[in-house]
């Protein structure tokens, strides 16, 4: 029985179905051949994603574009630099890419991120499909059209609002994810859980063993849950502007701490884990139950994080306050309220979250009853 899931998501220039399960990759063949077929399709991958998964996807495809040309890029964050993406626009003129060429991106949310972004500015824009091959992209990095590269001081620092397609999220391209991947990944489906949709953060508590052995049925459930949760929000508030900011919850602090280890100490998921504890900190400094703070404290924990290697405070601090969240007022935090709500708070007494931000970093996994009350925050 085919557990295959399609997901619109509708967008000021259409809609992207987000197709999800075991055949995805069968099912998008079908959808999708009139697309690439007699054109000249781009497929950006990572080498070692290429090695992996690479023939499987290219041989369909190539049975019926014009060609199909292979463009390599670095795994992992290495990948969203400018200078690849030059290295792309340029090999794309020097193919001869045109207006009707298409890009496929086949990878984690950094290929998809970059491959997006060459996409939507390549001859002012081609047309791209995400085939995102981490849980992390799936659940989140390829829905929902934001796109780009990071500068050396400032992750996502350049790039654009672009819509796919179609997204392809197989959830048997996961199973070669090594294991601290899978759990990168849920960390982001704990942050979608918490503020969009409890019942789903239950069943990660309950079915976290399977997920984590990569249960393919299992994950893909997860995955639409989480598209279908991030697909409602991005459609009330396509550019980000309001209500779409609640889906940054820890990540002013995770970006600060990714930037600061120079891309590459902390996956981006575990950094958006320690990022969600001192959010729940911070919550708790104004008054939010320590109950639901103890519930993701234990799941994340279960989850697992990797130590979280030393940090300076005044390094972090510069980054938080350079962060595009920012505002001319100052830091805009994203803070749990309840369960299945979270809040947009600004004018925090930055001393007193410095406070707590020093407090954390001395001992980042701390439970919560161990954490500071004061001094307490007004929010
Ligand atoms: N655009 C968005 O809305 C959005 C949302 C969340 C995160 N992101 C971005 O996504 C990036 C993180 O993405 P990620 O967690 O997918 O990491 P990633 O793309 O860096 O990939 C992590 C590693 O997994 C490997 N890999 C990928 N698929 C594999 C597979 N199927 N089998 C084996 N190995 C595989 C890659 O080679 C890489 O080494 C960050 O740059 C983050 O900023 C973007």
């Known amino acids: 029985v085919s557990d295959l899931r399609r997901i619109d998501v509708t967008h000021e220039l259409g809609s992207t179905p987000v197709l999800v399960g075991e055949e995805a990759l069968e099912a998008a063949q079908l959808e999708l051949g009139p697309w690439w077929r007699d054109r000249t399709v781009f497929l950006v991958v990572s080498h070692e994603v290429d090695r992996l998964h690479g023939d499987s996807v290219r041989q369909p495809i190539a049975a019926e574009a014009a060609r199909v040309v292979t463009l390599k890029v670095p795994d992992g964050e290495g990948a969203k630099t400018m200078v690849e993406a ?26 998809g991120d970059l491959g997006g972004f060459v996409a939507g500015t390549f001859l002012r824009g081609i047309e791209f499909v995400q085939i995102p091959t981490t849980l992390l992209a799936q659940v989140d990095a390829s829905v929902g059209g934001k796109t780009g590269i990071d500068l050396p001081s400032m992750k996502n620092a350049v790039g654009l609002f672009v819509h796919p397609e179609a997204v392809v999220a197989d959830s048997r391209l996961l199973s070669t994810l090594p294991e601290p991947e899978l759990r990168a990944g849920l960390f982001e489906v704990v942050k979608m859980a918490v503020l969009l949709d409890p019942p789903l953060l239950e069943r990660v508590e309950e079915e976290l063993a399977h997920l984590l052995a990569g249960d393919p049925v299992r994950l893909s459930e997860i995955v639409a849950r989480s598209v279908a949760a991030k697909a409602r929000i991005v459609e009330r508030d396509p550019r980000e502007r309001d209500e779409r900011r609640l889906l940054n919850l820890g990540h002013t602090l995770a970006h600060a701490i990714e930037a600061q280890q120079g891309y590459s100490g902390l996956r981006h998921g575990e950094a958006v884990g320690y990022g969600m504890l001192f959010a729940f900190r911070l919550a708790c400094a104004g008054g939010l139950d320590r109950e639901l703070a103890s519930r993701i404290h234990r799941l994340i924990a279960r989850i697992g994080l990797p130590p979280l290697r030393a940090v300076a405070v005044d390094g972090l601090w510069e980054a938080m306050t350079r962060d595009k969240k920012a505002r001319q007022g100052g830091l805009v935090w994203v803070l749990p309220v309840g ?3 979270g809040r947009m708070v600004s004018g925090i007494d930055p001393s007193a979250v410095r ?3 020093q407090d954390f970093l001395e001992d980042p996994l701390a439970r919560p009853e161990n954490w500071a009350v004061e001094p307490e925050l007004r929010i």
């Open 86 to 111: 030059d290295r792309l626009w340029q090999a794309m003129a020097f193919a001869g890419g045109k207006r009707d060429s298409r890009l496929i991106t086949l990878g984690g949310g950094s290929v």
């Open 339 to 341: 369960l299945g709500e």
């Open 355 to 357: 406070s707590h931000l």
